[in-house]
């Protein structure tokens, strides 16, 4: 693995027990509290947490190896990239991954393709990314 760059971290998951113990805390300081039913709060705050990470993990890592470049859920043979470097974005480029746009807080990276065609790739850590793609790409 020459680059690697998550979607997003899974610290997230403790916002649910974190909300369902201050709920608790603040409901056994005014009255009667009920653990149950703060633990199926928190519960279920884990949940949709672990779905919401699951999928930012899914569509926005970053992996990079000597044989193909992953963007999200789509797959680019390294072979297919032409060039890297001195690549222009034009107006209207595909972005890989399949989203409308690159991912909030990450940067285009242009990338032409063999038949000509130059479709963005995206890193948070653009310079990192294009430093690993000129090891494996001669253009």
Known sequence: MLYRES???WWPLLWGPAFAVAGYLVELITGPASAGLWTIV??????GAVLWVYGRV????VVLTAE???FGREKV??????ACRDVGAPTGA???GGGWSVPKGTTAVPLRLLDGTVVLGWARDPE???AALRRV???
Do not use: D, F, H, K
């Open 137 to 139: 790409v001669r253009g």
């Open 58 to 61: 899914r569509t926005g890592s």
């Open 94 to 96: 595909r972005v890989l």
């Open 7 to 9: 979607g997003s971290s």
């Open 42 to 47: 928190g519960l279920g705050l884990t949940l």
């Open 77 to 82: 043979p390294v072979s297919m990239i032409e």
């Open 128 to 130: 990192a990314l294009l």
């Open 68 to 70: 193909e470049a992953q």
